[in-house]
């Protein structure tokens, strides 16, 4: 991936191979998702504070905002802090969820829709939480049935993540039931406690620049897997 800092070189923690993160399988094509990530879709993606940016240099600029302008994507870029698929953030109103918000955008024609989150939902059980994700995922493939919809986990830096394990695995689950693909940092150690450090924010909750523009790597690196054939697959 191309991403950079324009006016610095940043030296960044070198990732091993063992631990790159395979997409879960889905029904989903390859040759559908190699659309949909193709440069000039329109894209929608719905998530916290991680696809608003907090910790970024000017608190507005996180992963999606890299990802969209590296891959020529014509994005719109649903962040909103503090919150996830049952969490309101600090509105405590349900029309701030994720699927309230999908619900909202239905005007728009995206061929890609991905689903960031949520470590913010910690106070429902998992099996809330997966029912909710399950909903979620399946309202955006009945709004948009010729769209690829993905579901990107929980990706905080060490030690956060440790704490998500629990709801990245109720979001797989959710995923899953949607046959939907998901993306799992957490499954692939995507942050270590030897990288952390160079890619969290001073908060610990958040990502910096640097992480940003590293998870953003990892995402496209991961939809690209996703956009590979298996051996076998026609891509006709």
Request: overall charge negative; some cysteine.
């Amino acid at each position: 991936m191309a991403l950079g800092v324009a006016g610095c070189l940043v030296m960044l923690p070198a990732v091993s191979d063992a631990c790159q993160s395979v997409p879960a399988a889905s029904d989903v094509s390859a040759t559908r998702v190699a659309a949909a990530i193709s440069r000039g879709s329109d894209v929608l993606i719905v998530g916290d504070s991680y696809t608003t940016g907090r910790g970024s240099y000017d608190g507005t600029h996180g992963w999606a905002q890299d990802l969209a302008t590296e891959r020529g994507w014509d994005a719109t870029i649903d962040g909103v802090p503090g919150t996830g698929y049952v969490n309101t953030g600090a509105t405590n109103s349900t029309r701030w969820n994720y699927v309230s918000r999908i619900e909202r955008s239905a005007a728009l024609d995206p061929q890609l829709v991905i689903v960031q989150g949520s470590q913010n939902d910690w106070l429902v059980s998992a099996a809330t939480l997966e029912a909710r994700v399950e909903r979620t995922l399946r309202t955006a493939q009945r709004q948009w049935p010729r769209a690829v919809v993905v579901a990107v986990g929980p990706s905080a830096p060490q030690p956060r993540a440790e704490s998500t394990a629990g709801i990245s695995s109720a979001v797989a689950a959710g995923a899953r039931a949607a046959g939907v693909p998901y993306v799992d940092p957490l499954d692939g150690q995507w942050f270590t406690a030897m990288n952390s450090a160079s890619y969290a924010a001073p908060d610990g909750q958040h990502l910096n620049d640097a992480g940003y523009l590293y998870l953003a790597g990892r995402i496209e690196d991961s939809l690209d897997e996703l956009a590979t054939p298996a051996q076998g697959e026609q891509c006709a």
